[in-house]
């Protein structure tokens, strides 16, 4: 039995090995070689030229073929083929994402800023940490999870489809506040594949931007100008993070800018005048950074530029006391940037609020970003129930949707100052400004003091009407680049394009 079952294997064997050498020695059938009939048909080619040559004739093209070639390329639905990160650096020398998104009709850039610390509660920027490169600021794990991870997950998606892609990122790094693949990471792609939606639509970025947060009117903010710089921003003896002016008596943005120039270069002279040349130096966001003792002698320096502009009532003030960087316990220490003096005149929350109305009455000052300490809510609370200006939260907030409806409910401030960074991607940056809104607050698209030559908060600013912006000074290429692009599309839009203004508040 055993030998008979042996030979039955063999002869199977010996039996599909003869049937592999015969396929082995066959020659291949030519395949049928298609008609030039049959591939239009396969591919229903002749209806699409046909209606192309037909949008051709209606348009009275003197280019027909360009007409054509453009018609035919925006009957392919555009899908994302290929995401490529890279790592660069911002404005201050330190490393961040830069992503390039590509799809089958183009490719689209984007980079993200970065601030000089990272809250408690804001997503996570993702840095590598290793001291010896780039003093442990290096961003290539960063984008190494754009290269490896998110570009597999984004493959083949339509970029018009915001939420959708962020969603999708979102859920591959599971985390609440983007610790897997850092909101570094997520945000590039983000941004870039929001220009792609925009340019798939061929509609401006900031139309884009204004259809995904449902929003009917778009209106070019007023511009914040950074005209003095102190704090962590500058090297000065100056607490005070920074003094801002607000041109909201031009008729234009374009006339706008042209204010804040102006007027950056009268306090230019000031500063000269009754200090030295030397206080000409910048801060970080390009703010003149004199060496000044007190708020109230900024301010007068500020009074005096714009009086020599002569626009004066027309140009308001706002400060960034950014508080948080001299409380030490429940005092603030305004000398803190001082040796000699720090540690000998600290005041209280209240003293601050004194402070805060004697200079409120003294100038035109319009809003006060963190007058208190991040966690300080009783006193924020009670100083904005005053109505004395504008009190915008920043590192109260840090753009967090739980922060901010906290805020909503205990009434603690009146506006958000929205950093795109902090929350990691479009479209939650969309729901806190619309969290915002339906709470009556005013918005300030910030930009951070680490930025990039990106200018994707302009067209946020005016697709979402914020109503302010903040781009530090109109000095320096990484701030001059957010005006800029505001004058492109004030210009872009035309008749239609209107400028905050005096509703600066009210662009709900």
């Not at 030397?278 to 007068?300: F, M, Q, R, Y």
């Amino acid at each position: 039995m055993l030998t008979g079952v042996e030979s039955n294997r063999q002869r199977n064997v010996r039996f599909k090995l003869s049937r592999l050498l015969k396929i082995g020695n066959e020659k291949p059938k030519k395949k049928k070689k298609m008609s030039v009939q049959e591939y239009l048909d396969k591919h229903l080619l002749s209806r699409k030229i046909e209606d192309a040559v037909n949008a051709a004739v209606r348009a009275k093209t003197s280019d027909p073929v360009l007409f054509i070639a453009n018609h035919m390329k925006k009957a392919v639905s555009s899908v994302i083929t290929k995401v490529k990160a890279r790592q660069i650096l911002d404005s201050r020398g330190i490393p961040t994402v830069e992503v390039d998104l590509h799809t089958n009709k183009g490719v689209f850039r984007a980079s993200v800023p970065s601030g000089d610390s990272s809250g408690t509660y804001e997503a996570v920027e993702l840095r590598d940490g290793d001291k010896g490169t780039y003093l442990g600021n290096s961003v290539a794990k960063a984008v190494k999870n754009i290269n490896e991870k998110i570009s597999e997950a984004l493959i083949g998606m339509d970029p018009k489809l915001q939420a959708q892609i962020d969603q999708a990122m979102i859920d591959l790094d599971k985390t609440e506040k983007k610790n897997e693949l850092g909101a570094n990471a997520i945000l590039a792609v983000s941004i870039a594949a929001c220009k792609a939606g925009a340019a798939e639509k061929e509609v401006p970025l900031c139309k884009h931007l204004s259809d995904l947060s449902g929003r009917a009117n778009m209106i070019l903010p007023v511009p914040a100008f950074t005209v003095l710089s102190g704090g962590k921003h500058a090297s000065n003896h100056f607490a005070i993070q920074e003094i801002m002016i607000l041109p909201v008596g031009a008729s234009r943005f374009e006339e706008a800018l042209q204010w804040g120039s102006e007027t950056y270069h009268h306090l230019k002279a000031v500063i000269t005048e009754k200090k030295d040349s030397l206080g000409c130096n910048v801060g970080e966001d390009g703010g003149l950074a004199p060496d000044i003792s007190s708020l109230k002698e900024g301010l007068e320096l500020v009074k005096e530029a714009i009086n020599r502009t002569g626009y004066n009532d027309k140009i308001k003030i706002a400060i960034d006391v950014a508080a948080t960087n001299f409380c030490i316990g429940t005092k603030y220490d305004l000398d803190i940037k001082s040796p000699n003096k720090s540690g000998q005149n600290f005041k209280s929350a209240d003293d601050m609020i004194d402070m805060y109305k004697e200079l409120c009455a003294e100038y035109p000052i319009v809003f006060i970003e963190d007058p208190f300490d991040k966690e300080d809510w009783e006193h924020t609370k009670y100083f904005s129930s005053l109505g004395i200006c504008q009190v915008v939260g920043d590192d109260l907030l840090m753009s967090n949707s739980k922060r901010i409806e906290r805020a909503i409910q205990e009434l603690a401030c009146n506006a958000l100052l929205l950093k795109v960074n902090q929350i990691g991607t479009v479209t939650e940056a969309i729901e806190v400004v619309k969290l915002a809104r339906d709470a009556q607050w005013g918005v300030v698209t910030s930009h951070r003091c680490g930025e990039t030559e990106d200018s994707f908060i302009s067209d946020l600013s005016v697709g979402l009407a914020t109503g302010v912006i903040k781009a530090g000074a109109p000095c320096r290429g990484e701030r001059t680049m957010k005006y800029n692009q505001l004058l492109r599309i004030e210009e872009e839009l035309g008749d239609q394009a209107v400028y905050a203004g005096e509703d600066w508040r009210q662009t709900l």
